[in-house]
């Protein structure tokens, strides 16, 4: 089924949807941004997986970032906007519902680079492991005041997740990719106050 609701074939193969959403806001740079796009337009995916990006403005944006998503437009699949700042939460929010139904979501931020085999690494984990429907990975965080890079681990399996919870974030929100029935439960991230991604993750345990 597409994000749509329908059935796609392609060469006699079902097609599988997988979508990143991801929010901009006029704090983000456009160098940043421009690059955190390439690398999610240039991944690698399996051969059944059709890759759609939809992206959230989040209020008004600098001429610059403007420049940027006239650059990428092309290649973006829908392009939501909100007149005020809504924050992450309620912009992804708007993207989840516009997209229900597809079998995978892919979360990125605009500062972000995601490695040339990330999908295709995750898809296939959760391929081979039905019984998981959240998987993320170690991120390199890099210091532009120091140019120096560390690398940031989480939960890895072992152990009981809702324990890790209480102490720290399980799952980097940029190395995420969740099943589709996840959202078909939640309906989206809560939109209470604090913060959107400590309380998606107490959604989920």
């Given amino acids: 089924m597409d994000s749509r609701g329908r059935m796609s074939f392609t060469h006699g193969r079902q097609v599988r949807h997988a979508v990143v959403l991801m929010s901009l806001y006029r704090g983000d740079r456009p160098d940043y941004f421009r690059e955190a796009l390439s690398s999610v337009l240039d991944q690698e995916l399996p051969v059944d997986i059709q890759l759609s990006v939809y992206l959230a403005v989040d209020g008004p944006i600098s001429t610059e970032l403007e420049d940027v998503l006239s650059e990428f437009g092309p290649r973006l699949s829908a392009v939501s906007r909100s007149p005020v700042n809504l924050g992450l939460g309620e912009s992804l929010n708007r993207l989840i519902s516009e997209t229900r139904g597809s079998d995978f979501f892919f979360f990125m931020d605009a500062d972000d680079v995601s490695l040339p085999g990330r999908f295709k690494s995750q898809i296939d984990f959760l391929d081979k492991n039905p019984g998981v429907d959240i998987v993320g990975g170690s991120i390199v965080e890099f210091s532009d005041a120091s140019g120096q890079a560390r690398r940031t681990t989480f939960f890895n ?23 589709g029935r996840v959202f078909d439960i939640l309906r989206g991230y809560p939109t209470s106050n604090g913060n959107e991604d400590i309380s998606l993750w107490f959604a989920c345990a």
């Fill in 157 to 179: 399996g072992k152990g009981d997740v809702r324990k890790w919870l209480c102490w720290r974030v399980p799952v980097a929100h940029p190395s995420v990719c969740f099943r």
